[in-house]
């Protein structure tokens, strides 16, 4: 995984595009979905991702460490009963929601995903132990 480099130009500061990233396909997943990492590091973030489904690929229902972002720059996607999700549109997750599945449009979607700190991936709901760890 190739990860971005803080400025020396200006400390503290990153700028980069996502052209100079590559996709890297997510085992689990079958080659159905390709992320780019624009942090500084896993340990250190940001978490800040470029995803992309391939068209009519379908992400089981599932929850996060974090709060999550998402940012839609390409497509739709039809989250479980929230309904559709695309360009133009800003979706924010609790860390701990339980929600999904995810089911990419026809022509497949591409969206940012930022989260508070290591997005973490968890199937089946979260027990009550986990929900207590997340409470703020």
């Not at 992400?59 to 998402?70: K, V």
């Amino acid at each position: 995984m190739t990860e971005v480099t803080l400025s020396t130009v200006v400390p503290g500061t990153c700028i980069t595009t996502a052209d100079s990233l590559p996709w890297t396909e997510l085992d689990s997943r079958d080659g159905q979905v390709r992320t780019k990492f624009f942090g500084e590091s896993q340990e250190l973030g940001p978490w800040i991702l470029l995803v992309e489904f391939a068209p009519g690929y379908h992400e089981p229902p599932h929850w996060h460490d974090h709060d999550t972002i998402y940012i839609p720059t390409r497509g739709a996607m039809v989250i479980g009963p929230e309904g559709p999700v695309g360009v133009g549109d800003v979706r924010w997750v609790r860390a701990g929601t339980f929600y999904g599945p995810e089911a990419a449009a026809d022509e497949g979607c591409e969206f940012w995903l930022i989260a508070y700190g290591p997005p973490g991936y968890h199937d089946g709901p979260p027990t009550a132990t986990e929900r207590a760890a997340l409470a703020r």
